[in-house]
């Protein structure tokens, strides 16, 4: 397995976390991400900004559902 730079990693940071990446260069980006101290500190965030607009978007579908069920149009 090829290592990984910290350019690199940081370049496909999205792409891993995304599941986008072949299993040999997902599993070179991994052990950079979690080994290297300059870089873990990014994986961190961006897995907690993914999960923020995961979270985002769920309360944007319900709270359009409720105002769907007032009667009230949320696109308006």
């Known amino acids: 397995m090829k290592k990984t ?5 940081a370049a496909r940071l999205y792409e891993y976390l995304d599941g986008e990446l072949t299993p040999e260069s ?8 979690e080994l290297c101290q300059s870089c873990y500190p990014h994986l ?12 985002a978007d769920h309360l944007r579908a319900k709270l359009a559902e ?9 696109d308006a």
Do not use: K, S, V
């Not at 730079?5 to 990693?9: I, K, L, S």
């Not at 961190?44 to 979270?55: D, G, I, K, S």
């Not at 409720?66 to 949320?74: H, K, S, T, W």
């Open 26 to 33: 997902a599993e070179a980006i991994r052990e950079h991400l």
């Open 44 to 55: 961190c965030f961006a897995r907690a900004f993914q999960e923020t607009l995961r979270r």
């Open 5 to 9: 730079n910290c350019r690199e990693a």
């Open 66 to 74: 409720l105002l769907r069920a007032e009667g009230l149009d949320p």
